[in-house]
């Protein structure tokens, strides 16, 4: 993969994600997962996108170049990766929720959790950082030059597969469909409406 099939919107990328690899080495050994569900954030843009306000030290990644890993602690409690996106300068980013470990399983069960079943391992984005072992370390981390954490295409992934829908868990902006997954694959989220949220004009 090359920074070119990155640099466009974050909505653009977001489904195009899907099916890719991405791959962290860490002393304890590699974990690889194939992603089957992602979510854009536009940047300043998106009422929902922790760039919305502007550039701040926390989200500065957001900014680019693309094809940088955007690492950040959900609630205090996990960590959650975002592959950037689109144009250096422009804040644009895609959350990645789900995926489908192919590489590394004992190691990541080991992360998760011995009774964990193989499709819940990288369920959720919280558990897909925890299985692959990414940290506020990452946060930074260029996907494309071949550290730590690497993001390589995968298997193509048919378009009749591909769902899109509301971003889960967001209260602003909720509704924009912005969310893509594949369908009917036992890895993917569960769609969860904020309590807080509110409808918003756009996208």
């Known amino acids: 993969m090359n920074v070119g099939l990155l640099a466009h919107p974050a909505e653009e990328i977001a489904p195009k994600?899907?099916?890719?690899?991405?791959?962290?080495?860490t002393p304890d050994g590699t974990v690889s997962i194939a992603i089957t569900e992602t979510e854009a954030y536009s940047g300043t843009a998106d009422p929902a996108s922790h760039a919305y306000r502007g550039r701040t030290t926390r989200n500065a990644v957001m900014f680019g170049p693309a094809g940088h890993l955007y690492v950040y602690r959900s609630h205090g409690l996990h960590w959650c990766a975002n592959v950037v996106t689109g144009t250096d300068g422009i804040a644009s980013a895609v959350l990645i929720r789900a995926g489908r470990v192919i590489e590394g399983e004992e190691l990541a069960r080991g992360r998760r959790g011995e009774k964990v079943e193989s499709p819940r391992l990288a369920r959720g984005p919280g558990n897909f950082c925890q299985a692959l072992g990414i940290t506020a370390e990452h946060n930074g981390a260029d996907l494309l030059?071949?550290?730590?954490?690497?993001?390589s295409e995968g298997e193509p992934v048919p378009a009749a597969l591909i769902q899109a829908g509301p971003r889960v868990g967001v209260s602003k902006a909720h509704d924009w469909q912005h969310r893509f997954y594949l369908a009917g694959d036992p890895t993917v989220s569960?769609?969860?409406l904020s309590p807080r949220a509110k409808p918003h004009a756009g996208a």
Not at 17 to 25: D, I, P, R, W
Not at 145 to 151: E, I, K, W
Request: positive net charge.
């Open 190 to 192: 569960a769609y969860r």
């Open 17 to 25: 994600l899907l099916g890719s690899v991405l791959t962290c080495s």
């Open 145 to 151: 030059a071949g550290a730590s954490v690497v993001l």
